[in-house]
Every structure is written in C-alpha cells, then in structure tokens.
C-alpha cells in the first residue's frame, strides 16, 4: 500500500534496482495508460505493461547489470483523491563493482489516484528533448 506519494515514487526507484518487476507494477493502477520514448511508445492497461517491463528487468539480468533509476527536481502536487509527479529520471546501468556502463535521463510525468486507498499510476509520460536539426534525442 502507498499511503503517500512519496511511497509510490520510493518504491518505483527501489524497484527498478531491486530488478523486481512485480514490486515495479504493484505502484501502476490496471487501467494504466503509458507514453514511453524507448521501444513501443504507447502502452495500454498493466497487461502490456508488465509484458515491458519483464523483457527490460529480464535484459538487464542477462547482461549482469543493475539498473539505478534516481529522481531529480521532483514536483509533486496531491489532492484528495488524484495526484501528478514530474522531475527527471536518470537511469544508469551499473556493472558488477558498482560502475556505470551506459546512463540516460528523460522528463516523466505520473498521474495518480487513489485505489483502495492506495496511490497508482494511472497514466505514465516519458520524454526527451530533440535536436529541432535533426530530430536525434538528446539525453541529457
């Protein structure tokens, strides 16, 4: 259960490096609806979802990586029964002794609403700025 915001956002970050995809979903509501920038951009309801993130947990296990995801310049704003995050998301890939093999950040924003009285993320927004030159992300 996340009683608040913050529990959702912990446990997303504490996933993440735990590998534990499981952990991950338990903070995204059945109904959720996701714009991603890697892979497939649009996601519809946990099902498609959950089929991403295990090939993604999964990937990085293979390669014998961890994945540390840190949020940065976080704005939160809670109401009653709704709630939206935005900040940055760095990601970075970690090798066996802790060093990084490859990092990235992107924009993200979370929607959020109370599901038997605990926060999920209904709708997920994920984005990085573009070279208007020649339309290659920037990441970072």
Known sequence: MFATVQD??????????????EKF??????DVHIFDCFEQWE????EAWRAFVT?????MEQEGAKLRAEVKSQTAE???DSAHVHGIISFAALDQFG???RKTKNRFTFVLRKVDGS????????????????????FG
């Open 78 to 80: 809670e109401y009653e």
């Open 55 to 59: 090939e993604w947990f999964s990937g």
């Open 43 to 46: 996601y519809g309801g946990i």
């Open 99 to 101: 060093q990084p093999l």
């Open 119 to 138: 926060w999920r993320i209904v709708h997920e927004h994920s984005s990085v700025p573009v070279h208007m030159e020649d339309g290659r992300a920037i």
């Open 8 to 21: 959702l956002v912990a446990n997303y970050t504490e996933a993440v490096y735990a590998g534990d995809a």
């Open 25 to 30: 979903l338990s903070g995204y509501a059945a």
